[in-house]
């Protein structure tokens, strides 16, 4: 049974930087393509940045340039680098492994100042 745990939300400044962790547990994690989605309130969820097993990653044109996803196999872990941040960007950041149609908790970012 996968599972996935995502941490360092927070507050922050507009125009300031976070970086998302999400940590995967019980199965071989190298092998999935791994994706960050995020939800504001009110609004649908959303595609942020996807990485593949072999380290290819695409963002969304919202975040592009900005954004930087990457992983650590032998950690099970998958980051989101969040550089210039805006207050639309707050949210509730999730985690997600298509393969396996499983989430993550999620992690507040709130940007503001």
């Not at 300031?16 to 393509?33: K, P, W």
């Not at 872990?77 to 207050?87: D, F, G, I």
Request: some cysteine; proline content about 4%; charged content about 15%.
């Amino acid at each position: 049974q996968v599972q996935l745990v995502e941490s360092g939300g927070g507050l922050v400044q507009p125009g300031g930087s976070l970086r998302l962790s999400c940590v995967a547990s019980g199965t071989i994690f190298s092998t999935y393509t791994v994706a960050w989605y995020r939800q504001a309130p009110g609004k649908q969820r959303e595609w942020v940045a996807g990485i593949t097993s072999g380290g290819s990653a695409d963002y969304s044109d919202s975040v592009k340039g900005r954004f930087t996803m990457f992983r650590d196999n032998a950690k099970k872990t998958v980051y989101l680098q969040m550089n210039s941040l805006k207050p639309e960007e707050t949210a509730v950041y999730y985690c997600y492994v298509p393969m396996r149609n499983i989430w993550g908790q999620g992690t507040q970012v709130t940007v503001s100042s």
